[in-house]
């Protein structure tokens, strides 16, 4: 039977800032490992990366920057794939998003019907607001004033 497990102290549940990337290094597979599954990953307010792509087949996404992912390999090379996983927010975004794991396990003897086992899990992600710093963009061409260049007394500027 395959288990979704996180050793993180809080479990399935993740703080940082916005405007930064997170790496999970604490989501693995457990199951038998002659085990074939396949894995899809979601998120809808960023992009994911694989921490390896190894021994990997995909049938959405290639594992670089997606917002669903889905693929099959062996117990091993999917475990090696959630580790590092990367999650980048899009650009600004702050709140509530949800890493959606599903996973279905497959365990084929080759003589008996294949043993197909699922397990789902959502990985809540709260992504801080942070005070951007102000940007001044000129509507116009500017142009430089020496301190040399005067007008006389009275006169208006062009």
Do not use: C, K, R
């Amino acid at each position: 039977m395959v288990t979704i497990n996180d050793s993180n102290t809080t479990p399935f549940q993740y703080l940082f800032d916005e405007d930064n990337n997170f790496s999970f290094t604490t989501i693995s597979l457990t199951d038998d490992p002659f085990a074939t599954l396949e894995v899809t990953l979601t998120v809808t307010n960023g992009t994911l990366t694989l921490g390896s792509l190894t021994g990997l087949t995909f049938t959405t996404g290639d594992g670089t920057e997606d917002t669903i992912i889905t693929f099959y390999g062996s117990l091993a090379n999917v475990n090696n794939a959630l580790n590092s996983l990367l999650f980048n927010p899009n650009h600004d975004y702050n709140g509530n998003e949800t890493l959606a794991v599903s996973v279905t396990s497959t365990v084929d003897d080759g003589i008996n019907p294949p043993i197909i086992t699922n397990a789902s899990q959502n990985v809540s992600l709260t992504i801080n607001p942070v005070n951007d710093a102000p940007v001044l963009t000129p509507s116009g061409i500017l142009t430089s004033i020496a301190d040399e260049d005067t007008l006389p007394v009275g006169a208006v500027g062009s």
